[in-house]
């Protein structure tokens, strides 16, 4: 039987599930209700179509050497704002109000650093990355259905796929954050800056749900097994990047001021809670709607169309 445990396993569990993968998504209520079509080949190879748009292809091996983004060196933290970067442009206002991309990078562009992330610009060869699917990384602690229990902390993994336009993408395709969250000092931030995995514990050495976990149900999607959710963020949410989070709420705006990000007065009416749900097979956010609020409805939808296929150079070339 499936139970709250299994969705936050099957949450941290993507980045060992799929090697490659052809997926649509399209948003709704949001960007003009964009629709792409991308191809991934873990690890660090993507290929992006927007629908009557020029495609988009990232390779992380050959970009990261020219600053492109998506560097293979980024540790996983969360991803912040700060006023030390004054050319980023603040438009969280329509992030909040419509789902703008915050960050409109063109990821395969050369010379472009990522100023999202407090790592994209730090040395390299400082210390050894490797990818999850690597046999030398250090490993998750495994449930007994293949899931994983617990996450190995540290710098040393590299768990992101590619990004395209913002870390919404990211999110989606590793919804780590619908799984764990992290302890906050009184500030609102995480006791560590979001900078590590390595911090945030509780004090039993257990990270506290990211989530509150309403109802659960499965299904199926388009022909796969599906687990459907419905959330509520806790006070311990994390999401990779506060002003892209796949759960906007008043969580995530508490961070965003507390980073200093400035907000729209007034503010929207935030959702009750978010319909989510996972493909049990990858791992990856299928589904994701406010319920209630001024975006009542608004997210996305995914269809998973090509699982563990092999994909070559060419496709990226």
Same mark, same amino acid.
């Not at 970009?63 to 700060?82: C, F, K, P, Q, V």
């Not at 030398?136 to 229990?149: K, N, T, Y």
């Given at each position: 039987m499936v139970d709250v445990e299994t969705f936050r396993a099957l949450a941290r569990s993507s980045p060992w599930l799929w090697s490659s993968i052809q997926l649509t998504r399209t948003m709704i209520g949001q960007e003009n209700d964009e629709r792409v079509r991308a191809w991934i080949r873990r690890p660090g190879l993507m290929r992006v179509e927007p629908e009557g748009g020029v495609a988009t292809v990232?390779?992380?091996?050959?970009?990261?050497?020219?600053?492109?983004?998506?560097?293979? *060196?980024?540790?996983?933290?969360?991803?912040?704002?700060?006023?030390?970067?004054?050319?980023?442009?603040?438009?969280?206002?329509s992030r909040l109000f419509g789902w703008s991309a915050y960050v409109s990078m063109g990821a395969a562009e050369p010379g472009v650093v990522d100023p999202h992330d407090d790592a994209a610009g730090a040395p390299t060869g400082e210390a050894e990355f490797r990818t999850p699917q690597?046999?030398?990384? $250090?490993? $998750?602690?495994?449930?007994?259905?293949?899931?994983?229990? *617990?996450?190995?902390?540290?710098? *040393?993994?590299?768990?992101?796929?590619?990004?395209?336009?913002?870390?919404?993408?990211?999110?989606?395709?590793?919804?780590?954050e619908l799984a764990d969250g992290i302890e906050h000092d009184d500030g609102g931030l995480p006791d560590d800056g979001g900078l590590a995995d390595d911090g945030g514990l509780a004090d039993d050495g257990v990270r506290p749900p990211g989530v509150e976990v309403l109802e659960l149900t499965e299904s199926l999607r388009h022909g796969r097994p599906t687990l459907d959710v419905l959330v509520r963020p806790t006070a311990h949410y994390n999401p990779r990047c506060t002003c892209c989070?796949?759960?906007?709420?008043?969580? *995530?705006a508490r961070l965003l001021r507390e980073e200093g990000v400035p907000l729209p007065e007034p503010m929207p009416v935030f959702p009750d809670a978010h319909r989510v749900s996972l493909d049990r097979r990858t791992g990856i956010c299928v589904e994701l709607r406010d319920v209630g609020g001024d975006r009542d409805g608004v997210g996305f939808g995914v269809v998973i169309e090509e699982v563990d296929a092999v994909y070559t150079d060419a496709l990226f070339g």
């Open positions: 990232i390779h992380e091996s050959r970009d990261a050497g020219r600053g492109g983004a998506g560097l293979g *060196t980024m540790a996983r933290g969360r991803a912040r704002y700060s006023d030390a970067e004054p050319d980023r442009p603040r438009s969280v206002a690597d046999p030398l990384a $250090p490993q $998750p602690v495994w449930r007994d259905d293949g899931l994983v229990a *617990t996450r190995a902390d540290g710098f *040393t993994v590299e768990y992101d796929d590619p990004m395209y336009v913002n870390y919404l993408w990211v999110a989606m395709l590793d919804p780590l989070a796949l759960l906007f709420s008043e969580v *995530t």
